[in-house]
């Protein structure tokens, strides 16, 4: 009796173990981000998600973990703390928060391999507070830097040239003096909104997202629009809906304004040329 009734907690002990160590061990898969229109929402432990904050969701690791995200393609990595927990997923492992995801170039990419692995015994470090409205930055961080500003206030020192088809109130639509026709693939949805980029146009955009459906670029734009971006527009092209900052005279300026974006608005994208 006591060798059958021994050998079953032994097994269930060395069970416990052995899952608690598959935890603790590295693993990979698929990272994602929040998506903006989270922001200031509840976790599932509580605590309001912060897009400029270094966190994260995970499916096993409790609140408060400290994590280690690093890309597998160039290495670049992220310290972030676990304050949500992920339902099943089987492909995604973890979700960061913007300014995470900013530090690993996850933003432009939209989704990564990478490497999770537990750090500091999943103890937080001192100079966290555990104060829901602090923000734990990791130290000697470059993108501890970010500051996130709501509601955003687009810097004026960037001279933009109207770049939009404008819908008339008869439901007809106008066109500025570099528009010409609207394409011929343009949706309905997408003119209608007010925010379609007029064809014909030269110069540099910076290109924030892509979608399939108009409407959800729609919904996209109208978002930044409320946050004070008031140069966002839709770009059809090859047959997607690209939502992109318009319009450019020069790369150079282009540039300097998304670098603007990353440092302020935690916003990342592409410049990318008109044709």
């Given at each position: 009796?006591?060798?059958?009734?021994?050998?079953?907690?032994?097994?269930?002990?060395?069970?416990?173990l052995?899952?608690?160590?598959?935890?603790n061990?590295p693993e990979?898969?698929?990272?994602?981000?929040?998506?903006?229109?989270?922001?200031g929402?509840?976790?599932?432990?509580?605590e309001?998600?912060?897009?400029?904050?270094?966190?994260?969701?995970?499916?096993h690791?409790?609140?408060?973990?400290?994590?280690?995200?690093?890309?597998l393609?160039?290495?670049?990595?992220?310290e972030v703390?676990?304050?949500?927990?992920?339902g099943?997923?089987?492909?995604?492992?973890i979700?960061?928060?913007?300014?995470?995801?900013?530090?690993?170039?996850?933003?432009a990419?939209?989704?990564l391999?990478?490497?999770?692995?537990r750090?500091?015994?999943?103890?937080?470090?001192?100079?966290?507070?555990?104060?829901?409205?602090?923000n734990?930055?990791?130290a000697?961080?470059?993108?501890?830097?970010?500051?996130?500003?709501?509601?955003?206030?687009?810097p004026r020192?960037?001279?933009?040239?109207?770049a939009?088809?404008?819908?008339?109130?008869?439901?007809?639509?106008?066109?500025?003096?570099?528009a010409?026709?609207?394409?011929?693939a343009?949706?309905?949805?997408?003119?209608?909104?007010g925010?379609?980029?007029?064809?014909?146009?030269?110069?540099?955009?910076?290109?924030?997202?892509?979608?399939?459906?108009?409407?959800?670029?729609?919904?996209?734009?109208?978002?930044?629009l409320?946050?004070g971006?008031q140069?966002?527009?839709?770009?059809?092209?090859?047959?997607?809906?690209?939502?992109?900052?318009?319009r450019?005279?020069?790369?150079?300026?282009?540039?300097?304004?998304?670098?603007?974006?990353?440092?302020?608005?935690?916003?990342?994208?592409?410049?990318?040329q008109?044709?």
């Amino acid at each position: 009796m006591k060798v059958r009734f021994t050998l079953p907690l032994f097994f269930l002990s060395f069970s416990g173990l052995t899952a608690q160590n598959s935890y603790n061990s590295p693993e990979t898969g698929l990272a994602v981000y929040y998506a903006d229109d989270l922001h200031g929402q509840a976790t599932s432990y509580g605590e309001p998600y912060r897009r400029e904050a270094f966190t994260a969701a995970h499916q096993h690791y409790p609140s408060g973990t400290m994590l280690r995200v690093t890309r597998l393609d160039n290495g670049q990595s992220v310290e972030v703390r676990v304050n949500d927990k992920m339902g099943a997923d089987p492909e995604r492992r973890i979700i960061l928060s913007r300014a995470a995801a900013m530090q690993i170039g996850l933003v432009a990419a939209g989704k990564l391999q990478v490497r999770i692995e537990r750090i500091n015994g999943g103890s937080l470090p001192a100079e966290y507070s555990a104060g829901q409205n602090n923000n734990y930055y990791p130290a000697g961080s470059r993108s501890g830097q970010l500051r996130a500003r709501s509601p955003f206030e687009e810097p004026r020192s960037y001279a933009f040239e109207d770049a939009r088809i404008r819908p008339e109130s008869s439901g007809q639509n106008t066109y500025s003096a570099y528009a010409g026709q609207p394409p011929a693939a343009s949706s309905g949805v997408v003119l209608n909104s007010g925010r379609a980029l007029a064809p014909g146009l030269s110069g540099y955009v910076i290109q924030l997202a892509s979608y399939d459906e108009g409407a959800n670029a729609v919904s996209y734009v109208n978002q930044l629009l409320k946050q004070g971006l008031q140069h966002a527009y839709i770009w059809e092209k090859d047959g997607m809906n690209r939502v992109v900052i318009a319009r450019f005279q020069d790369k150079a300026s282009a540039t300097d304004y998304l670098n603007e974006l990353r440092r302020q608005y935690l916003l990342d994208g592409i410049v990318v040329q008109l044709k």
